[in-house]
């Protein structure tokens, strides 16, 4: 019996749809026992979010602090399972708290020796959340056969507006004139290619080269145009995330204007700095190609050990 660990975590039941998937293929299969484990954080975060129960959810976040988590229903140990297909979120440019969490707790040693699958639903920037994740994983010695990333429908214009709106209001459809937030529908159904490419590999003893990408459809390259904006938001967001921290352990009250100072500061940079950036980063794009290619094959290659692209 081959036993699958599809470890998650979902507010929306987006990157749940994504997992089920995935992996409803390898349900299908004989011989083939898929487990499920929904990771839960000690305090539970809200959905949909108020406005400064979001924000005050970045220092953490953005700083790599982990949540205490519940203790999973049994004992995770290595050697348990075959494969382990780990979904994971990007908070603040960084991997989502409750998957840092899971990452950082003592069951997390069920990695150890297993090949494992990464599924990542999100915006657009996902670069950072990428190495952060990578490095986790393969310092606990999972060994990683593949990643897949599906982006936000419709143009970064567009999900400016309707991915806050969705977390703010639990739906996805506010603005009629604009996509629906999230991942397609589509992109989540092709999902089932990865989960039967797996199925064989798992079958065949073959997942060690099994060497597995997905992208979205609609995106089926990594853009190198968000490269910019995201180390800009990089050195914005560090100050910030420092500061609100500080002011918290002298009374949790004043982080609250901190943070709203900070979400004034990354609505400034979004309508004037990332443009800039997004120009900026065409024109470097040009005299530096070589270093750029280097950058974004790194992200096409999440297989290679050590922590390159960091």
């Known amino acids: 019996m081959k036993r699958v660990l599809c470890v998650y975590f979902s507010q929306s039941g987006q990157l749940g749809d994504c997992m089920d998937s995935l992996t409803r293929p390898l349900k299908d299969l004989d011989g083939v026992e898929v487990e499920t484990l929904v990771v839960s954080p000690q305090k539970a975060y809200p959905y949909p979010w108020t406005f400064f129960r979001f924000f005050d959810v970045f220092p953490e976040a953005f700083l790599e602090i982990p949540p205490a988590m519940e203790t999973p229903a049994h004992e995770l140990n290595p050697g348990d399972y075959d494969l382990i297909i780990l979904g ?13 969490g899971f990452l950082n707790s003592r069951d997390a040693r069920v990695l150890a020796g297993t090949p494992v699958v990464m599924v990542n639903a999100c915006r657009n920037m996902w670069h950072r959340a990428w190495f952060q994740v990578r490095n986790l994983v393969q310092g606990l010695g999972g060994r990683i056969i593949g990643h897949v990333v599906l982006i936000d429908q419709g143009p970064a214009s567009a999900t400016f ?16 004139s604009l996509p629906a937030a999230g991942v397609s529908s589509g992109d989540i159904d092709s999902l089932q290619t990865v989960g039967q490419r797996l199925g064989v590999a798992l079958e065949k003893g073959e997942l060690e080269t099994c060497r597995l990408v997905k992208l979205s459809d609609e995106v089926p390259e990594v ?25 918290g352990r002298l009374w949790y009250g004043l982080r609250y204007p901190v943070e709203l100072l900070f979400f004034l500061s990354l609505f400034f940079s979004v309508l004037v700095m990332v443009p800039l950036c997004l120009v900026v980063g065409l024109i470097l794009r040009l005299f530096f190609q070589g270093r750029v290619g280097a950058y974004l094959q790194s992200l096409h290659n999440p297989f290679a050990a050590g922590k390159g692209g960091a």
Do not use: D, N
């Open 88 to 100: 994971y979120h990007v908070w603040f440019l960084k991997l989502s708290l409750p998957m840092l």
């Open 223 to 247: 853009s190198g145009k968000y490269m910019l904006p995201e180390k800009f938001g990089l050195l914005l967001f560090w100050p910030w995330a420092t500061l609100a921290r500080l002011a």
């Open 161 to 176: 507006l309707t991915t806050p709106l969705w977390l703010f209001t639990g739906r996805k459809k506010v603005i009629p």
